[in-house]
C-alpha cells in the first residue's frame, strides 16, 4: 500500500514540496505519494488530524502553520522545542511528533552546497521570525563567532538573543545601529520584504567585508536585496532553493530512513540570480 504524504499550509498552491518529494521518492526507490493541503486558517488541527486518521504517515507545514504545529504535536524534537514551531510531523498512532528541519536545512546549504564553513564566522540575519528562529541553534552549535540579529522590533530580537545566548554569541539591534557595522562574512535576510519586491531597511556597508548574501526566500531570481549585495561587491549571492531542498532531505529521512541526495533537485529548482 503506498504511503501517503502531505504539505499543509495557507496558500499552499507554490509549494514545490510535492516535486521535492517526488523525486526524492523516484531516486530512493519509496513508494509513497505527496500531495498539497490547504487549510482553512481557523481549521488546521482538523485538517492534520483528518489526514492522519485516514492513514497519513507525515506532513510537512508551512506558513503560517508552524507553531500551530508545534502546539498540536504530543512530542516535541530538541530543534522543535528550541525554535517553537514544526515544520514537519510524523504520526504513530494517535501520537504525533514535531520536529524543525529550516535551521538545519539552512545550514547545510551554505556549508555543503555553497562551501562556506560557520566555524568563526560573523553573521548579520534580518529580521526575527520563525525561519530565522530555527537558524539561530544551528549556525550557534556550528560556531558562528557572533550572529547579530536585526529586526524592526528590537525587543523580540533581545528576547531571541537571550533564548539562544547560552549557546553563543547573540547581539540584538535595531536596523538604525547598522550603520556603521562591518565585518560581516555572511549577510542573511530572513524577512519579508523580497515577497514584495522591496529591500529591507539595511545600509549597503553592511556588505563591506561579506563573503555571501543569502536570501531565505527563493524562486524570485535577483532580489532587491541581493541586487544591494551585488553591487556592493559581494561575491556571492544564493537564495533559499538550496535551504527547501536541504530541510526537505532531513524530513525525508526522518520519515523513510533513507537520506536521498540533494543536488540533482536543488539544480531543477534553482532560478538564475538576474
Known amino acids: 500500500m503506498t504511503d501517503q504524504?502531505?504539505?499543509?499550509?495557507?496558500?499552499?498552491?507554490?509549494?514545490?514540496?510535492?516535486?521535492?518529494?517526488?523525486?526524492?521518492?523516484?531516486?530512493?526507490?519509496?513508494?509513497?505519494?505527496?500531495?498539497?493541503?490547504?487549510?482553512?486558517?481557523?481549521?488546521?488541527?482538523?485538517?492534520?488530524?483528518?489526514?492522519?486518521?485516514?492513514?497519513?504517515?507525515?506532513?510537512?507545514?508551512?506558513?503560517?502553520?508552524?507553531?500551530?504545529?508545534?502546539?498540536?504535536?504530543?512530542d516535541h524534537h530538541e530543534a522543535a522545542r528550541i525554535a517553537g514551531a514544526a515544520n514537519a510531523l510524523k504520526f504513530d498512532g494517535e501520537r504525533i511528533a514535531a520536529q524543525n528541519f529550516d535551521g538545519v536545512g539552512l545550514a547545510n546549504d551554505i556549508e555543503r552546497n555553497l562551501g562556506l564553513a560557520l566555524q568563526g564566522k560573523r553573521v548579520l540575519v534580518l529580521g526575527a521570525g520563525g525561519a530565522v528562529r530555527g537558524a539561530l541553534s544551528p549556525f550557534l552549535v556550528r560556531g558562528t563567532a557572533e550572529v547579530v540579529l536585526a529586526n524592526r522590533n528590537v525587543a523580540t530580537a533581545q528576547t531571541l538573543a537571550r533564548q539562544f545566548g547560552a549557546q553563543g554569541k547573540v547581539t540584538p539591534c535595531g536596523y538604525a545601529d547598522l550603520a556603521h557595522e562591518r565585518g560581516f562574512d555572511i549577510v542573511l535576510n530572513g524577512t519579508s520584504a523580497s515577497?514584495?519586491?522591496?529591500?529591507?531597511?539595511?545600509?549597503a556597508g553592511v556588505f563591506a567585508d561579506?563573503?555571501?548574501?543569502?536570501?531565505?526566500?527563493?524562486?524570485?531570481?535577483?532580489?532587491?536585496?541581493?541586487?544591494?549585495?551585488?553591487?556592493?561587491?559581494?561575491?556571492?549571492?544564493?537564495?533559499?532553493?538550496?535551504?527547501?531542498?536541504?530541510?526537505?532531505?532531513?524530513?525525508?529521512?526522518?520519515?523513510?530512513?533513507?537520506?536521498?541526495?540533494?543536488?540533482?533537485?536543488?539544480?531543477?529548482?534553482?532560478?538564475?540570480?538576474?
Open 5 to 74: 504524504y502531505a504539505v499543509i499550509g495557507n496558500p499552499i498552491v507554490q509549494s514545490k514540496s510535492p516535486l521535492i518529494h517526488g523525486a526524492f521518492a523516484k531516486a530512493t526507490k519509496q513508494d509513497l505519494e505527496y500531495t498539497r493541503i490547504e487549510s482553512p486558517l481557523d481549521g488546521f488541527d482538523a485538517a492534520v488530524l483528518a489526514f492522519r486518521d485516514a492513514g497519513g504517515r507525515g506532513m510537512n507545514v508551512t506558513a503560517p502553520f508552524k507553531l500551530q504545529a508545534f502546539a498540536l504535536a504530543t
Open 195 to 203: 515577497l514584495k519586491s522591496e529591500l529591507p531597511p539595511v545600509p
Open 210 to 274: 561579506a563573503a555571501l548574501a543569502y536570501e531565505l526566500v527563493y524562486g524570485k531570481g535577483l532580489t532587491p536585496f541581493l541586487r544591494l549585495a551585488r553591487n556592493a561587491g559581494v561575491p556571492r549571492q544564493a537564495d533559499g532553493v538550496g535551504m527547501l531542498v536541504e530541510q526537505a532531505a532531513e524530513a525525508f529521512e526522518w520519515w523513510r530512513g533513507v537520506r536521498p541526495d540533494t543536488r540533482a533537485v536543488i539544480d531543477q529548482l534553482t532560478v538564475p540570480l538576474v
